[in-house]
């Protein structure tokens, strides 16, 4: 009848969790997992368009050839980024909040400004990746809800996310259960997650948006560079730190050069010990 109307892709998957946790992946192919929906919504970002509510149900993955690939679905509040198109489009009534609670950034959690732009789905990306990592999210739904809305918006914007190894710890005994998902214990689990993996997460978590990833794809770069064992830029400048990341990404030259210095060092010492007989033998002469 001359209606406009809209052909999609029809996505037969599951959430993303949901698929990890089904699979047993492990820290590693989770993160691996993790990084083609940030190249999705870097793409969006790209076309002037912010997704506004990233959760694991509008992350879905499916099986092409064997490999799982993740889609990113349900743009149904995304907001463009384009003046002009923002002027045509139907604006958020005010007062009325947008996005799923416990990945909502805090920028939607103020009803009064509206100022949302692009580091909100980098907020809710690393809720997502929180949440990938130990089975849990920041905030969960009890927590959130249960001193009513004001309560939940107030947590949303002021509270700071537990670190990830102190969220395994609250978890209790289904920690066992989280561990065991990824193929591990929850001792190594925790160590997987502290470090690196904890700084990315809480940089993407930053309540002032200022603090977090300039974009998506410096969040990408950032757990690329710990899959790479280099060092990341969400990690506290320390020397020893990035001599640890060098001779972890280095290790076989390392090790050769350590067996040449000692080799060296026992040479050394091996002249100096026969100089000191050679010495004593002189003076007994």
């Not at 004001?150 to 209790?172: H, N």
Request: glycine share 6%; charged share 25%.
């Amino acid at each position: 009848k001359g209606r406009p109307y809209f052909v999609m892709e029809y996505i037969d998957g599951v959430p993303i969790t949901q698929y990890c946790d089904a699979h047993r992946l492990n820290t590693r192919e989770r993160l691996e997992l993790f990084l083609p929906v940030c190249q999705a919504l870097q793409h969006a970002h790209s076309k002037g368009v912010i997704h506004r509510d990233i959760k694991p149900s509008n992350v879905m993955v499916i099986e092409q050839d064997g490999h799982a690939v993740p889609k990113v679905i349900d743009f149904g509040i995304a907001k463009a980024t384009d003046q002009r198109a923002v002027e045509n489009a139907a604006f958020t009534k005010l007062g009325q909040s947008i996005g799923t609670p416990e990945y909502m950034s805090p920028e939607q959690a103020d009803l009064v400004s509206n100022d949302i732009d692009t580091s909100s789905d980098v907020y809710s990306l690393g809720v997502l990746l929180y949440e990938l990592l130990v089975g849990a999210v920041p905030f969960d739904s009890a927590t959130l809800r249960k001193g009513g809305m004001a309560e939940l918006l107030r947590i949303i914007r002021e509270d700071e996310a537990p670190a990830l190894p102190s969220k395994l710890t609250g978890l209790g005994k289904t920690v066992t259960g989280v561990a065991e998902r990824r193929r591990t214990d929850p001792g190594s689990l925790k160590r997987q997650v502290a470090g690196d993996l904890n700084w990315i997460v809480m940089k993407a978590l930053e309540k002032e948006r200022q603090r977090r990833y300039l974009s998506v794809a410096d969040l990408a770069a950032d757990v690329n560079r710990h899959l790479e064992d280099k060092p990341v830029l969400a990690s506290p400048p320390s020397a020893v730190y990035r001599a640890r990341k060098f001779v972890r990404r280095n290790r076989a030259a390392v090790l050769a050069g350590a067996a040449v210095m000692v080799a060296l060092i026992a040479g050394v010492i091996g002249i100096a010990w026969e100089a000191r007989i050679a010495r004593q033998e002189r003076a007994v002469a």
